[in-house]
Nanobody, 122 residues
């Protein structure tokens, strides 16, 4: 079993900042990558930011320079610092981890958090 604790979402004015966090727990053998996806009403889910176990990061073009993803491997935790927020950033943000569970998974699988709402509005 893999569980996520997500926090940091909320309502913020344009230009403001939020910091999301996601901590994975369970019988985890190895984490290959963690990231954040988002889905706005009427839109497709999209990858916002990704950090691999080696530290390499990738960003959605529209957030690069404003968002920063980081991780704490000792805590199985990923963070997303979001600055200069825009109304178009409004979405449900989902934590994702690609990992193998101890004893159970024969290959990496994707696991998902329940999501946290981010609303950017004046």
């Amino acid at each position: 079993q893999v569980q996520f604790v997500e926090s940091g979402g909320g309502l913020v004015q344009p230009g403001g900042s939020l910091r999301l966090s996601c901590a994975a727990s369970g019988t985890i053998f190895s984490i290959y990558a963690m990231g954040w996806f988002r889905q706005a009403p009427g839109k497709q889910r999209e990858l916002v930011a990704l950090i691999r176990s080696g530290g390499k990061t990738d960003y959605l073009d529209s957030v690069e320079g404003r968002f920063t993803i980081s991780g704490d491997s000792a805590k199985n935790t990923v963070y997303l610092q979001m600055n200069s927020l825009k109304p178009e950033d409004t979405a449900v943000y989902y934590c994702n981890a690609r990992l193998r569970r101890l004893f159970t998974d024969n290959a990496p699988k994707d696991y998902w958090g329940q999501g946290t709402q981010v609303t950017v509005s004046s």
